[in-house]
């Protein structure tokens, strides 16, 4: 299996050019596309240049991390949304719905990433990573009470009835040899924080640690039929990524042991920028020859780590996970929405460019 020892999680800021094509109901789709064209050659060439071995297209084509889903099916209402309260570095700011609301059964019109795949597969200067947001995703925050339990009974109903999508993605894309695959899981967040334990005991009531290990038990699933030599399965979790806030705090303590031991992937990509992600300890539990990317730069905040800081904690790190099975990356996207995080292109790049030249400070394979 191959280890990239600097990473990226995948998406990358907007450009206003982006934006604005966007944002003008006057814009063609061929027009649009040629915006995106030109502005994915533009994001493979500069990973290429600041010396990154594996690529995307920085989920240029899509409005949010989740949109590739949501663009693929019928039976959400946009217009409408489970409210969330998100928190900056300033503090509590209000809700920022984005995802909109199961109203009808959920039926798949397209593939959900092959128009991305195909254009990759033609221009990306190495190997391909492509990011899927996880099943587990939607049921929290797609299913309203009182409009989606009119067509599925349950939570559970919901998101066993729209897994098989994602498993035929992925398969798809093991199918075409792409080298690197992975999902996203911010979800899984609800089961480390306290007070989001409690909404999922109140608000969707079920229990936590059932919940937990049905999370679990859908990835699995979908990730089953992908697996073989040469392709990395990957999950990337964070507790939120919208305009610099997030949403859950914790380290990954409650969930340490199922997670690692149960979830069949070879890579975890971890947030671990500040001190809502906790402690390495969790590290513990680990299999022995799993990968674990140490998101230890922050795509949230635009001043830039000291390297000496970076190499002291992945030192740290090693104490629970040998140094040959870690990797470095931003503990998230730089844009999972459209709208972006709080720091410019030129702040994303020297971000970037850090992983890279620790990654070779600290690997001599990187």
């Known amino acids: 299996m191959p280890i990239y020892r600097a990473d990226n999680v995948g998406s990358f800021l907007r450009p206003q050019e982006w934006k604005d094509g966007r944002a003008n109901p006057n814009t063609r789709p061929e027009q649009l596309k040629e915006i995106e064209d030109k502005h994915i050659l533009r994001v493979l060439q500069r990973q290429k240049d600041l010396g990154f071995k594996i690529f995307t297209d920085g989920e240029l084509r899509r409005g949010g991390f989740m949109s590739d889903f949501i663009d693929a099916v019928e039976g959400f209402d946009m217009g409408d949304a489970v409210a969330r309260t998100w928190k900056g570095s300033t503090g509590a700011t209000g809700s920022n719905p984005v995802a909109g609301i199961v109203t009808s059964k959920v039926k798949q019109k397209k593939r959900l990433t092959k128009h991305e795949v ?18 587990n995703q939607f049921p929290a925050i797609a299913y309203k009470k009182g409009i989606s339990d009119k067509v599925y009974a349950t939570y559970s109903e919901f998101l ?9 993605e992925i398969q798809a894309l093991s199918n075409e040899g792409v080298k690197y695959i ?16 409690q ?19 859908v990835d699995n699933f979908c990730l089953e039929s992908a697996k073989r030599d040469g392709i990395v399965l ?43 992600s906790g402690t390495f300890e969790p590290l513990r539990f680990v299999p022995k020859g799993k990968v674990v ?11 830039v780590e000291p390297q000496d800081k970076l190499i002291q904690r992945i030192q740290e ?50």
């Open 234 to 276: 990957a999950i990337h979790l964070c507790r939120g990524n919208n305009r610099s806030q997030w949403y859950a705090e914790g380290g990954y303590d409650p969930i340490a042991e199922k997670l690692f031991t149960q979830l069949n992937v070879d890579t975890f990509l971890l947030e671990y920028e500040s001190d809502r």
């Open 293 to 303: 990317v140490l998101g230890l730069v922050s795509s949230k905040e635009a001043a």
């Open 182 to 197: 992975q999902i996203d899981a911010p979800r899984y967040s609800y089961y480390i924080d306290p007070k989001w334990r």
């Open 317 to 366: 790190a090693s104490r629970h996970v040998p140094l040959e099975n870690l990797s470095l990356s931003p503990q998230c996207g730089f844009a999972s929405t459209m709208e972006g995080n709080l720091l410019s292109e030129d702040e994303q790049w020297r971000k970037l460019q850090l992983v890279v030249d620790t990654a070779r400070k600290v690997w001599k394979d990187a």
């Open 199 to 217: 909404y999922v005991k109140d608000e969707m009531g079920v229990d936590p640690d059932k919940a937990l290990d049905e999370a679990i038990k």
């Open 160 to 168: 066993w009835d729209i897994a098989p999508i994602f498993k035929a």
């Open 118 to 135: 195909d254009f990759l597969k033609q221009h990306s200067p190495g190997d391909i990573k492509m990011t899927l947001p996880t099943a």
